[in-house]
């Protein structure tokens, strides 16, 4: 019963877009869908939320689909100190007031 | 500074032996959650809190305790620790849970129950 579906690896090359897909297909209209990264075992740190629109800060950009059942994280140009887990986090229907991480996708920035 | 603040960071202790894990923040944040993260399960939500004296069951609740007595502060208890409990802890904050605020994360707590 997975709350958000991310792909469990993947590789960037250093200085090149990192595009980072997760699938939320039960998310509800007023939810909002949030990135975290987690380096080795810090806290994980806040990239970027949306709700429909497309944002973009200093970080990333994050593209949602138009009927909101997935979302992209883009990195622009990836570092090596880019290299984390990624957590796409949303709030479930029906569940109260609890956040759900999922294994999230680990990235590996290579030079 | 905006930050959320554990303590211990790091903590070996023996089976049955209470403990407590305090978390502070100092962002006047009403949310308050504290999160276990162990290897292959991700981060999974011991227990939350929505406001002073307003607690609720998380994913993982079994052997542990909260208060929220200050708004600031909301401990993490152990009444009889148990080896199954060694994790690594995190506690978390927001301003709310029902818009779209940033939740801010502590550095983690490691505890080690043997």
């Known amino acids: 019963d997975a709350k958000t579906t991310q792909p469990p690896s993947m590789d960037c090359a250093e200085g090149r877009a990192a595009n980072l897909p997760c699938n939320h297909s039960t998310i509800s209209g007023n939810e909002y869908v949030y990135w975290y990264r987690q380096i080795h075992s810090q806290g994980p740190q806040y990239i970027i939320h949306?709700?429909?629109n497309n944002e973009t800060n200093e970080m990333a950009s994050l593209i949602i689909t138009e009927d909101r059942k997935s979302s992209t994280l883009i990195l622009p140009h990836a570092t090596l100190r880019d290299t984390a887990v990624y957590y796409c986090i949303v709030r479930p229907r029906n569940t109260g007031n609890q956040f759900y991480f999922g294994t999230g996708t680990s990235l590996t920035v290579i030079p | 500074e905006a930050q959320v603040t554990q303590n211990p960071r790091y903590l070996i202790t023996v089976t049955g032996k209470k403990l407590t894990v305090t978390c502070s923040q100092n962002?006047?944040?009403?949310?308050m959650s504290w999160y276990r993260q162990d290897p292959g399960l991700g981060l999974r939500q011991i227990y939350y809190s929505m406001n002073v004296e307003v607690t609720d069951k998380g994913d993982v609740p079994e052997g542990y305790k909260v208060s929220r007595k200050e708004k600031r502060n909301f401990p993490l208890i152990l009444e009889s620790p148990s080896p199954n409990q060694t994790s690594l802890y995190f506690c978390?904050?927001?301003?709310?849970?029902?818009?779209?605020?940033?939740?801010?994360f502590g550095e983690g707590s490691w505890l080690t129950v043997v």
């Open positions: 949306g709700l429909k």
């Open positions: 978390a904050s927001s301003l709310s849970i029902n818009a779209g605020n940033t939740i801010y």
């Open positions: 962002m006047n944040h009403e949310y």
